[in-house]
């Protein structure tokens, strides 16, 4: 069973859409984060976010939203797609609290076209 | 910004081990040290993590200094399917703002035959 499962695989839509990545965790973890990574292979931070705290990255623009709605589900939204939105987006759980790390996804290529 | 430092770039020979060095001179007494690696095109995949003393599991051995300022990870029987951009990271172990797992550049380990 796939721990953190993203769709889609892969998105190509045209400038200016909106659309959605979702994201699902069957860890039974309370922690979900997107993460960005770019052409250049930087992975960033975007969000963090459990029942209690939203931690947004500044730098993120906010086209880009998170949304849960229940523990085990992040998605994202972005609206009004852009060039630079081109990327691909992680999505990757953990337990706030204890030892192990964070569970990533395999990943959305997002392309904007 | 990332509070790490690691070589851009290594070999190591297949069946070889492979040692990866970590700078974290600026390091706190509550951070601890993580490892992960990022093979092509997937997400990343949590290798290991330490607080003060050196860490084993199923895939790789961390060696922390006494100073807690530097780290190597430990791959004692590298093959082709470890080669990848790995990750040495800085973070209190728990979620919110302070918990998040920042990404530096990373060291391309490149396993020959």
């Known amino acids: 069973d796939t721990a953190v499962s993203q769709t889609p695989k892969y998105l190509v839509t045209q400038m200016g859409n909106d659309k959605s990545i979702k994201c699902e965790q069957n860890?039974?973890?309370?922690?979900m984060y997107w993460y960005k990574q770019d052409s250049k292979k930087f992975l960033k931070i975007m969000f963090s976010y459990n029942n209690k705290e939203l931690i947004i990255n500044e730098t993120v623009p906010n086209r880009f939203s998170p949304k849960s709605p229940d523990k085990a589900h992040l998605n994202l939204h972005i609206n009004s797609l852009e060039l630079g939105d081109s990327a691909v987006y992680f999505c990757?759980?953990?337990?706030?609290?204890?030892?192990?790390?964070?569970?990533f996804g395999s990943g959305t290529r997002l392309t904007v076209v | 910004d990332a509070k790490t430092t690691q070589p851009p770039s290594m070999d190591c020979a297949e069946g070889r081990a492979a040692n990866l060095p970590c700078n974290h001179s600026?390091?706190?007494?509550?951070?601890?040290v993580y490892w992960y690696r990022q093979i092509h095109s997937q997400g990343p995949q949590y290798i290991i993590h330490?607080?003060?003393n050196n860490e084993t599991n199923e895939m790789a051995s961390l060696i922390i200094t006494e100073d807690r300022k530097s780290s190597t990870l430990i791959l004692p029987h590298a093959t082709l399917r470890d080669t990848a951009v790995y990750y040495c990271i800085v973070s209190m172990n728990y979620g919110g703002s302070q918990g998040n797992l920042i990404f530096g550049k990373g060291t391309k380990l490149s396993v020959k035959p």
């Open positions: 990757a759980s953990s337990q706030t609290k204890g030892a192990g790390g964070y569970t």
């Open positions: 330490g607080l003060k």
């Open positions: 600026t390091i706190s007494g509550n951070e601890y």
């Open positions: 860890l039974g973890h309370d922690t």
